[in-house]
T-cell receptor, first 113, second 111 residues
Framework: QKEVEQNSGPLSVPEGAIASLNCTYSDRGSQSFFWYRQYSGKSPELIMFIYSNGDKEDGRFTAQLNKASQYVSLLIRDSQPSDSATYLCAVNIERSGGFKTIFGAGTRLFVKA | EADIYQTPRYLVIGTGKKITLECSQTMGHDKMYWYQQDPGMELHLIHYSYGVNSTEKGDLSSESTVSRIRTEHFPLTLESARPSHTSQYLC??????????FGSGTRLTVV
């Protein structure tokens, strides 16, 4: 079992819809959680981070964390074609000497105009 | 503006050549990383550093080496490039609280 799992997709949603991206992790000691967006041929860029259970909203993006169920999700409201990208989930796991960041393989999102 | 810079952006080089991929950051981050990523594939950690004179190998075996003589600079060197090294190489740094900041990457092709 991978430490961080994401559905590879592609996830296809119509413009204006809500896109829901999910991520599960295996280590209950995970401390902090990140979502990165990566356009084709580009580098990942951080869009959201969350540390506490519940929801965190930033514009059209909402990150949701449920530590009991060990999942973190990203909701994109009013999806736009420009949101089409691969979304990477990353989890900081405590290891000896500090934290280690584990990246998921990413979910490809297509927003149809 | 604080940022992280990688050069060159693209590099085509012959087999057997020695190359160094440059990475510099202006954010004062102690933690720096090198990832390898093939198109449409996962990120693979190949090297990391938690500070000056600290370097460690990552999860993916790599024939490259790194050095960290200055906080802001984390170059990656391939002593003898091979076609199997063809890939995109991403440098990143991280502060204590926030996530990673990635450079624009170097797309390496070994012919």
């Amino acid at each position: 079992q991978k430490e961080v799992e994401q559905n590879s997709g592609p996830l296809s949603v119509p413009e204006g819809a809500i896109a829901s991206l999910n991520c599960t992790y295996s280590d209950r000691g995970s401390q902090s959680f990140f979502w990165y967006r990566q356009y084709s041929g580009k580098s990942p860029e951080l869009i959201m981070f969350i540390y506490s259970n519940g929801d965190k909203e930033d514009g059209r993006f909402t990150a949701q964390l449920n530590k009991a169920s060990q999942y973190v999700s990203l909701l994109i409201r009013d999806s736009q074609p420009s949101d089409s990208a691969t979304y990477l989930c990353a989890v900081n796991i405590e290891r000896s000497g500090g934290f280690k960041t584990i990246f998921g393989a990413g979910t490809r999102l297509f927003v149809k105009a | 503006e604080a940022d992280i810079y990688q050069t060159p952006r693209y590099l085509v080089i012959g087999t057997g050549k020695k190359i160094t991929l440059e990475c510099s950051q202006t954010m004062g981050h102690d933690k720096m990383y090198w990832y390898q990523q093939d198109p449409g594939m996962e990120l693979h950690l190949i090297h990391y550093s938690y500070g000056v004179n600290s370097t460690e190998k990552g999860d993916l075996s790599s024939e490259s080496t790194v050095s960290r003589i200055r906080t802001e600079h984390f170059p990656l060197t391939l002593e003898s490039a091979r076609p199997s090294h063809t890939s995109q190489y991403l440098c990143a740094s991280r502060g204590e609280i926030r996530g990673y900041t990635f450079g624009s990457g170097t797309r390496l092709t070994v012919v």
